[in-house]
């Protein structure tokens, strides 16, 4: 075939355009949802018994009149706050009623949604599937291992379209692998075997409600004797990872103790902590109403000493049942999983979800009061450094999950990404500080919370809210002028970050030789070795280059990530061989010499810099008071 001239070219477009557009014309429209009941339950049933080839068989009975039918996978993801739905991963879509094979066809501006002709004379049509989940890591998480597995309902649905999520019942049956233990928010009604059926429910609480399932399993009970029960449900890749000693289980106890005397409330009827420790199953926290989804890797009791940077995970999904869930931003509370999400007051529901993840970390003790502040060091540091601050304010990163989700580019800190996360937690700490610096000590962002979250204590309902009822909230604690206070910090351009609340907390950042212990365990878990506050880099385990930090002495040295340190100073590169020379040349004339390869380029760099290593700590302000100190003390 040889290629049309470029006159011919632009006339086949138009004419293929123009029958595109009448083809789309012609199809069906997606229904939007309207708040009105779906006639009958939608029986879901999941066979995940195939963990070895990870392939989730679905089959779905849904009832339907005769005419024109459209269903949907779920696109917006709660949590995510994004179009995350992985539609490409769901294949084998057959539907058919009485027996009959039907026709489907994908819309062809929405790839999440499927039109169908329902026969007449039908009620009903059955839908098969299945999800494919991701074998490697590349294609996504990994959600089933030979050892655990999760499910996330919106990953095996097709629901209808033209109704609210809630306004659509289902009926899930799962059946495990034989001999697999299961947890999960949802109730069972009925168990045969390896095969559960779980009660009826609305499609906004089943999608909340994911399950995990393994062979190695152990629940502890995180408030005993309690009428509203709160359990960790673990799943590791042997019995031994399961184990918590009795210290450990008394800190995640007190969790449970310190958030009920923050939050002055509970919006579940039971809550539980779905954990998986494996090497294998991909990393996760996910918020839900009655649950919450963590994973982490192996080591999170067996080696305490070490799981530090992992553990304030629960605190913030825990957080997020009150903090997201119940109260939950106007602009993210939309009626089904096809609407679009925004996502303009993540700041809070993020960031503040951040600041007391942290905070009750140190109230229970999951982690010690030194090991937060090491936290706020680090972040105070990233975020001071945030070169991109000044095209880019903190608002227009709570864009960034649907822009890129959670993918940091090859410039993070000028792109900037999930910023309103952490930078988030440095302006809660402002406020939490100016509230006890204006009111004298007598009320803190402590008052705040309980107002804000305490209220319909008991119900599930979400209760939405907007930028103003936050700042309204702060001022029937605290009067002052929120709104300005608040925007000033999320409009701005800087420069740096907002640490005014460290230095009214009596602390300040500075850098030392030596980085914190908990600064050595993050870049430990994340296999790094970082250089970011002295050269301007972080290198891998393999001595590749992973982030260039934006008017660095590094980037103004032309590197860039994607390339490999082969030497320093004429001897083969490693870590603590870097680490001498920049000492060595410290308040010194010579420059320190790094060999860098790049695809088959070699390349010598000649770095005149000579302040010497440098990592972020935090150090007490003389003659002032201790306030962050007396925020990470219990309640
Ligand atoms: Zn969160």
């Not at 999930?418 to 402590?446: F, H, T």
């Not at 309902?461 to 009822?469: A, I, K, N, T």
């Not at 994607?562 to 410290?586: C, E, P, Q, R």
């Not at 005149?608 to 302000?621: A, C, M, S, T, W």
């Amino acid at each position: 075939m040889t290629l049309p001239s470029m006159f011919t070219r632009n006339k086949l477009t138009l004419i293929l355009s123009a029958a595109l557009l009448s083809q789309a014309a012609l199809a069906q429209e997606v229904p939007a949802p309207q708040d009105q009941p779906y006639q009958g339950t939608v029986q879901l049933d999941v066979d995940i018994t195939n963990v070895e080839q990870k392939i989730f068989s679905m089959h779905e009975v849904i009832p339907a009149q005769p005419g024109k039918l459209t269903l949907l996978y779920p696109k917006w993801i709660p949590g995510n706050h994004s179009p995350t739905g992985p539609i490409a991963l769901l294949a084998g879509l057959k539907l058919t009623a009485g027996g009959h094979a039907l026709e489907w066809q994908r819309d062809g501006l929405d790839m999440y949604a499927f039109h169908v002709d329902v026969p007449a004379g039908a009620t009903q049509i059955e839908a098969s599937y299945q999800f494919l989940s991701p074998i490697d890591k590349a294609q996504g998480r990994i959600t089933a291992t030979a050892e655990m597995l999760g499910i996330q309902w919106n990953t095996v649905v097709l629901y209808p379209a033209g109704y609210s999520a809630r306004n659509i019942q289902f009926q899930p049956t799962v059946t495990l692998p034989r001999g697999w233990k299961f947890a999960s928010a949802l109730e069972p009604q009925q168990q045969n075997g390896n095969r559960i059926t779980f009660k009826p429910l609305a499609l906004d609480e089943l999608a909340d409600s994911p399950l995990m399932a393994g062979r190695h399993y152990k629940r502890y009970d995180l408030d005993p004797g309690a009428k509203v029960p709160v359990y960790l449900n673990v799943f590791a890749d042997n019995d031994k990872d399961l184990e918590a000693k009795p210290e450990q289980l008394a800190a995640h106890q007190s969790l449970v103790q310190q958030a009920y005397k923050l939050y002055g409330s509970k919006h579940y009827g039971h809550y539980d902590f779905l954990l998986g420790l494996s090497d294998e199953f991909t990393d996760i926290g996910l918020e839900h109403h009655q649950s919450s989804e963590n994973a982490v890797k192996p080591n999170y009791f067996s080696e305490w000493d070490k799981s530090q940077p992992s553990r304030d995970l629960l605190p913030h999904e825990y957080t997020h049942s009150w903090n997201g869930k119940f109260r939950r931003p106007a602009d993210l509370l939309t009626p089904n999983y096809n609407v679009p999400m925004q996502n303009s007051l993540l700041w809070v529901y993020e960031g503040q979800t951040e600041y007391w993840g942290f905070v009750l970390a140190a109230r229970s003790g999951i982690l010690s009061r030194d090991e937060v502040m090491d936290y706020f060091a680090l972040m105070a540091a990233t975020f001071n450094s945030s070169a991109g601050r000044s095209w880019r304010n903190l608002q227009d990163t709570t864009n960034q999950p649907v822009l890129n989700y959670h993918q940091i580019g090859s410039w993070g800190n000028w792109q900037r990404g999930v910023d309103y996360y952490d930078e988030g937690a440095l302006i809660w700490l402002d406020v939490d500080s100016k509230i006890r610096e204006l009111s004298g000590g007598k009320r803190s962002l402590n008052d705040f919370a309980r107002q804000f979250l305490s209220v319909n204590n008991g119900s599930h309902e979400v209760l939405p809210y907007q930028f103003s009822d936050v700042a309204n909230t702060l001022n029937s604690v605290q009067k002052y002028d929120w709104a300005q206070f608040l925007r000033q910090r999320l409009d701005s351009h800087g420069p740096g970050a907002p640490l005014e609340g460290l230095t009214r907390s009596g602390w300040k950042l500075t850098f030392a030789e030596q980085p914190t212990d908990y600064e050595k365990l993050t870049d430990e878990a994340g296999e790094v070795n970082d250089f970011s506050w002295s050269l301007g880099f972080t290198l891998n385990k393999d001595a590749h280059l992973v982030n260039v930090v934006w008017d660095s002495p590094a980037f103004n040295a032309q590197l860039s990530t994607g390339m490999t340190l082969l030497a320093v100073n004429g001897i083969s590169y490693k870590a603590d061989g870097l680490k001498t020379a920049i000492t060595a040349a410290k308040g010194g004339k010579e420059p320190i010499e790094l060999l860098f390869k790049k695809n088959e380029r070699y390349l010598t760099v000649r770095m005149d810099y000579h302040d010497g290593l440098k990592y972020p700590h935090l150090e007490r302000i003389a003659g002032t008071k201790d306030l962050l100190g007396e925020i990470l003390k219990p309640l």
